[in-house]
Every structure is written in C-alpha cells, then in structure tokens.
C-alpha cells in the first residue's frame, strides 16, 4: 500500500524546485540543438543557391533538401551512438558532447564558403557538417528524454517527458523567429547575399549558454543508483538488438509508433512550409509568420496530452493522434491552398490544361533530385505545368512527329522539342513560357512562378 499511496503522492503534489529545474535545462538545451538543427531547412532556398549554384533552380532546391535529410539518415545512429555512451559515463556528460557537436557544426555552416569559391568541395562539406548535427541530435533528444525520465516520479513521467517534446516546436519557431528579425533588420536583397548566415553564426551564442547550463546539472539518480550498485550494462547495444525479446521490442518501437509520429510531426510543420513556399508560391517571409503562429497555438498540447497519457495509458494518446492525421491531412492541406493561395487554388479547381502530343512523345518522368533532362516537346511542356501547380491531362491524339500543344482555355500554345532546336532551344523555351504563363494568367492563374530568386553566392 506505501507504493501506492507514494504514487498517488507523486501524481497530486507540485513539481519540487529540482524537478523544474531538470525539465527547464534539458528543455532549454534541447530547444537550442533543434534551433540549429531547422535553421537548415528553413533556409534550404539560400543554401541551394550558395552550395548547388550550378545548378538551375528547381535541382538545387532539391539538392539543398536531400542534404537536409542527411540530418535523418544518422539520426537513429546518433541514438545509438550517445545513447551507449551515456549508459557506459552518464547523462550529463552526454549532454555535453551532443551540443558541442550540434553548436559547432552549426555555426560552421555560417562560415563555410560558397560553390563559386571552393566548388565541389562546399556541398561535401555541408553534407558531412549536416550528417554531424543529425548524429548529435539523435543522442541529444532521446537523451534528454531519458534523463527527464529518471528524474520524474512514478505516475508523472508523460507530464514530465512532455516538455521535452515542446522543444522540437520551440526550436523551430525560435529559427523562424531569429530569420524573420534578421530579414527586417537587413532587408531582403542583403539577406539573400549574406545575412542568412547571421543565424547560424549566432549559434555560438546558443551553444555558450547550453554549455554553461549543461555544466550546472548532476547526474540522474536513477544511473548514479545503478551505478553505485553494478547494475549498468557492459554491453547495451547487445543486450538492446542482440536478445529477440528486446530486439522485437525496439523494431515495433521504431517501425510501429516512431515512424508514424514521425511522419505527422514533419508532414504538419516542416512540410507545411515548404507546401507554403513551393507550391502555393506563397512569399517566404509571410509563411514563416504563418507557421510560426501555428506553432504557438499548438506547442500547449504537448504538455496537455503528456499529462492525459498518465492518467489513460500512452497507447490510446498514440493511436488517437495517428488516426486524427489520417482523416484530417488531406482535407486541411486541401484548406491551406485555399487559404494560403486562394487565387491558385481557385485556378485549380475550375481550369485544367490539356496536353496533346503523340503516342511515343510522352515519357515517364521520375525526378528525383531534379536532374533529369526533359527533351521532347510533351516533356517539357508537362514538366512546366508541374513546376507551376496546374493540373493537366494528356491527349496523345497528334500526328507522330508533330510537336505537342497546350491548351490554357480558348489558347493554344506550341511546345518545342529540344534536340530539334539545336541552338535555339534556348529562345524556344523562352517563347513557350512567356506564352503558357499569359495563358494561365488569363485563365485565372497568379503570375507566380517557383520560389523567390535569390543571388548566385
């Protein structure tokens, strides 16, 4: 009954002065490392065009995410990595090694120089700097999450883990805030030169304080228990992955919940900017506002449902929200066009182009990394229409040879087929573009195309 009632204690009393001050430095600490972490994806356009800028656009903005997502790649490494090493020296210690890495990476990213300067050499070194902010934040949130684990009574532990995860959102909406303030303080032009690496360089001002915080706390008791008793793993990955029985555990872990959380959290933040931005073509500075809004209305729910989990299970919070994304994703992303760009969204859903070419004309595009070549007269003229957000249907009605056609409305534009253009192909591209973008303009269509140009650097 003495557990029970300690328990029950622990579920009604306030937080002690120790437990705030646990949450609030692991929390803060890991605010900063996320910081670092989105400035990246935040400003992906301005990297793509300082580390890919031999590229055309639509390639290196491609680029600029892949590299971005090398961040995720290593992640789970990162986990496993720090995660051994704070069972085998401690949490605090930990901590300290996965800010140093993510802070200095980071403020390097503000440093390194340009495509233009040392050519290939830059976007291999962002890509090993990016791999490196990945590995340290992989050991830096799970660590966090445990250390405040080991801190939290029984029955407390969903409210006092919560926190931590109101960090990624913090983190993000603290980049949005520091780029937003450096915009209007430099003006656009000056920020597209330079002055987007002002947030990465002020970093170390981040990684000063982390530091200075991370020192100032002690270890977990429940390691030093384990510790002091014997009882801390020689071999923890092994016993984690080499046992099935621990092994089936952390798959369906990974695999089952982690996976699907993981695809809503980043489908309803960091994908809704970039859905703002290049898609919508809704104006860099206006979307960040946007979901920076967004982010302080729903940061509060983290803690809500952390604190809900202890009292129903984790399980039913989980499933709850993973069927809430599945029923609502598509209809609130169909909301936000509306919202966001209601003259495309408009467009869209009363004008449809159609293209028509001949049978063997069209080709399968799969794109990937934006590289690819598009060279027939069908290609290129498909390829325009997805770059711009207008919906199509193809026809392949025309006469074997002939050049493919689109049809805005009442006007109809020829296309042009690259390698029969030799050396024109470049005034011919120009021709079919000016003449589709009229087209679509008086069909309804914004006269917007992409995202904001910014200066080769």
Same mark, same amino acid.
Request: charged share 15%; hydrophobic share 50%.
């Given at each position: ?19 705030? $001050? ?17 400035? #990246? ?18 390639? *290196? ?31 605090? #210690? ?33 890509? @090993?700097?990016?791999?490196? /902010? ?6 830096? #949130? ?22 931590? /995860? ?16 450096? /915009?209007?303080?430099?003006? $656009? ?7 987007? *690496? ?15 915080? *991370? ?9 030093? $228990? ?25 798959? =369906?872990?990974?695999?089952?919940? @982690? ?21 919508? $073509? ?65 467009? /869209? ?35 325009? =229409? ?8 193809? @026809? ?12 805005? &409305? ?11 253009? &030799? ?16 087209? =679509? ?17």
């Amino acid at each position: 009954m003495a557990n029970v009632a300690t328990a029950d204690d622990a579920k009604t009393r306030p937080m002690t002065g120790e437990e705030k $001050k646990v949450i609030f430095a692991s929390s803060l600490g890991t605010v900063f490392e996320w910081y670092d972490f989105y400035l #990246y994806g935040s400003l992906a356009v301005y990297i793509g065009a300082t580390f890919f800028s031999s590229y055309p656009e639509t390639t *290196r903005n491609i680029f600029a995410l892949l590299a971005f997502a090398a961040g995720f790649l290593v992640r789970p490494f990162g986990a496993l990595v720090f995660g051994r090493l704070g069972d085998l020296v401690g949490r605090k #210690y930990t901590f300290l090694v996965t800010i140093l890495i993510m802070g200095l990476s980071t403020f390097l990213v503000g440093i390194l120089p340009g495509a233009a300067s040392i050519g290939i050499a830059a976007p291999i070194l962002l890509i @090993v700097l990016r791999m490196l /902010q990945g590995l340290a934040l992989g050991g830096e #949130y799970g660590g966090a999450a445990t250390y405040v684990a080991e801190h939290a009574p029984n029955g407390r532990r969903g409210y006092f883990t919560s926190w931590i /995860q109101t960090t990624a959102t913090l983190g993000l909406f603290l980049s949005l805030v520091v780029i937003l303030l450096v /915009q209007f303080a430099l003006g $656009k032009e000056a920020f597209a030169a330079w002055g987007w *690496r002002i947030p990465f360089l002020l970093s170390c001002v981040l990684l000063g304080i982390s530091v200075w915080i *991370r020192l100032k706390m002690n270890e977990s008791p429940a390691f030093k $228990k384990m510790k002091e008793e014997g009882k801390t793993s020689k071999a923890p990955l092994k016993e984690a992955f080499g046992q099935w029985r621990n092994a089936k555990i952390a798959l =369906l872990a990974l695999f089952g919940a @982690v996976v699907g959380q993981a695809v809503v959290w980043y489908s309803g933040q960091f994908y809704a900017l970039f859905f703002l931005t290049g898609v919508l $073509k809704v104006d860099a500075q206006s979307a960040n506002i946007m979901v920076a809004a967004s982010l302080i209305l729903g940061t509060g729910f983290f803690v809500l449902f952390g604190w809900l989990s202890d009292k129903i299970g984790r399980k039913p919070i989980i499933m709850a929200g993973l069927l809430l994304a599945m029923l609502t994703y598509f209809p609130l992303f169909k909301a936000l066009t509306w919202a966001g760009n209601p003259a495309l969204a408009q467009a /869209q859903a009363t004008v449809r182009a159609t293209v028509t070419a001949a049978p063997d004309d069209c080709k399968f595009q799969f794109n990937p990394t934006g590289t690819a070549k598009f060279t027939t007269s069908c290609d290129i003229a498909t390829s325009f =229409l997805t770059k711009n957000s207008v919906p199509y249907d193809v @026809v392949t009605t025309a006469a074997p040879g002939t050049a493919a056609t689109v049809k805005v &409305g009442d006007t109809t534009i020829n296309s042009y087929d690259a390698i029969a253009a &030799g050396d024109g192909a470049k005034a011919a591209n120009a021709a079919f573009e000016k003449q589709t973008n009229m087209a =679509l303009h008086n069909a309804g269509y914004p006269l917007v195309r992409g995202a904001a140009k910014v200066p080769e650097s």
